[in-house]
């Protein structure tokens, strides 16, 4: 493996992609792209995306559409048909990862698995703090999250920890729930051999855990990528749920059929 993807998506809130790119710059392992899943924002963020390509060292490329609501798995599919890589790895525009954040998960890939990693969530005021006197977050030490989490301006600080013991990241291979595209990886190929994200779920909610599903039920394991892979994870709104319980009931249905894998609707939609 060799060329990483690296799928940021984003919505209308250009300060934190700000602080999110800034951090994909500062890693430690070079050798990938940057790939900014738009999901119909406007000129401002477009402008700030605009001003990173022209200024990184890092290749950076743009997949956007028009505003029709929340359809994030429409758009990382887009983003995924500009890959030039072997291996994706899923974040959100408003998380913050460590320097070490690629190349932890270059470590923990293995063919035949996705790896899920955790986060940590900052508190609304904590958000706004850091946002407002632009902390460099990704920089900071142990000991300053420390201080926030005995401070309640983080919810843990227990993801910081590194694990050593490979074979708990192999317990629970068929587990699904608490894998978010806020940290997921996996190699492109098992992503396009389930056809991507499937674009029937529209509206916030589980297209991530749907994804997951397909994936284990062509035969792709979880290998977990807690204690290793960690992201700080801005405070924001919850997202409109009016589509809640229709995805939530096709998601239900999806984890019972295990022969369905291939989404519908899916990546290949897009040369």
């Known amino acids: 493996m060799s060329l990483i993807s690296v799928i940021v998506t984003t919505y209308n809130w250009p300060e934190v992609l700000a602080s999110c790119l800034t951090s994909l710059l500062s890693q430690d392992d ?5 790939i900014i ?19 990184s060292s ?11 609501g ?15 890589a ?44 850091a946002l407002k006197n632009q902390i460099p ?34 317990r629970k291979p068929l587990r699904w729930n608490k894998a978010m595209t806020c940290n997921l990886a996996m190699f492109k190929k098992d992503f396009m051999s389930v056809n991507g994200f499937d674009e029937a779920f529209e509206g916030w909610g589980y297209e991530d855990s749907d994804l997951v599903i397909r994936l284990i039920h062509h035969g792709i394991k979880r290998k977990e990528g807690r204690f290793a892979s960690a992201v700080l994870h801005h405070w924001h709104k919850q997202n409109d749920q009016s589509k809640h319980d229709e995805n939530y009931q096709r998601l239900m249905q999806r984890l019972q059929n295990k022969e369905f894998i291939r989404a519908s609707q899916g990546v290949d939609q897009y040369p």
């Not at 890092?58 to 029709?68: L, N, R, V």
């Not at 929340?70 to 030039?84: D, H, P, Q, W, Y």
């Not at 977050?137 to 694990?163: C, D, G």
């Open 30 to 34: 070079k050798n990938f792209e940057i």
């Open 37 to 55: 899943a738009n999901d119909g924002s406007s000129n401002e963020t477009q402008t700030l995306i605009e001003r990173f390509i022209q200024q």
């Open 58 to 68: 890092i290749p950076i490329k743009h997949a956007y559409h028009q505003d029709q």
């Open 70 to 84: 929340f359809r994030a798995g429409t758009i990382r599919n887009k983003a995924v048909a500009l890959s030039g």
């Open 86 to 129: 072997d291996y994706l790895i899923f974040i959100d525009g408003d998380c913050v990862v460590f320097p070490n954040f690629v190349s932890r998960h270059r470590q923990l890939a293995e063919h035949g698995y996705f790896v899920p990693g955790n986060r940590i969530l900052l508190t609304q005021t904590f958000t706004a703090i």
């Open 137 to 170: 977050l990704h920089k900071q030490s142990a000991v300053f999250f420390i201080s926030q989490w005995l401070q309640r301006n983080i919810n843990r600080i227990t993801p910081l920890i590194y694990s050593p013991f490979a074979f708990l990241r192999y």
